[in-house]
């Protein structure tokens, strides 16, 4: 099991600002910053998750090259719906409409956007629902 992931990003606070927006219908929020300041050193650091608990980490350095893929549990579809428009008006790219996928799963249903670095970010629920 995996306890936290994290990743650099190329603009802090511009993805900062992003996951806050594009997280919060998932219940996902901003936990903790880790500044330079705090460390002695030049990396700034952000925390997503709940209950004082974060697992979602991006920081200052050097961008990644080509593109990374996280995908967010959802509690329900409709919450994959809130994630999807969340994260697109706050400046994230279509990547694949809220919908069924059951070539991965027969009650998987997720959508994905492009963060500002051009990384896929999904949210998902696997629970057998009606439709949205």
Same mark, same amino acid.
């Given at each position: 099991?995996?306890?936290?992931?994290?990743?650099?990003?190329?603009?802090?606070?511009?993805?900062?600002?992003?996951?806050?927006?594009?997280?919060?219908?998932?219940?996902?929020?901003?936990?903790?910053?880790?500044?330079?300041?705090?460390?002695?050193?030049?990396?700034?650091? =952000?925390? %997503?998750? !709940? #209950?004082?608990?974060?697992?979602?980490?991006?920081?200052? /350095?050097? +961008?990644?090259?080509?593109?990374?893929?996280?995908?967010?549990?959802?509690?329900?579809?409709?919450?994959? =719906?809130? %994630?999807? !428009? #969340?994260?697109?008006?706050?400046?994230?790219?279509?990547? /694949?409409? +809220?919908?069924?996928?059951?070539?991965?799963?027969?009650?998987?249903?997720?959508?994905?956007?492009?963060?500002?670095?051009?990384?896929?970010?999904?949210?998902?629920?696997?629970?057998?629902?009606?439709?949205?």
């Amino acid at each position: 099991m995996i306890d936290h992931v994290g990743f650099p990003v190329s603009d802090i606070k511009r993805s900062i600002c992003f996951y806050q927006k594009a997280l919060a219908p998932l219940g996902i929020t901003l936990i903790a910053e880790v500044t330079p300041e705090m460390t002695g050193n030049e990396g700034h650091h =952000a925390g %997503f998750g !709940e #209950a004082n608990r974060a697992f979602f980490w991006i920081s200052t /350095g050097k +961008p990644l090259k080509g593109r990374l893929h996280v995908a967010f549990a959802a509690k329900d579809r409709a919450a994959v =719906a809130a %994630f999807y !428009e #969340a994260a697109i008006k706050a400046g994230g790219k279509d990547n /694949g409409l +809220p919908g069924l996928r059951p070539h991965y799963a027969k009650d998987y249903f997720g959508a994905f956007v492009l963060d500002p670095d051009g990384h896929n970010i999904e949210a998902v629920c696997r629970r057998p629902e009606q439709s949205i």
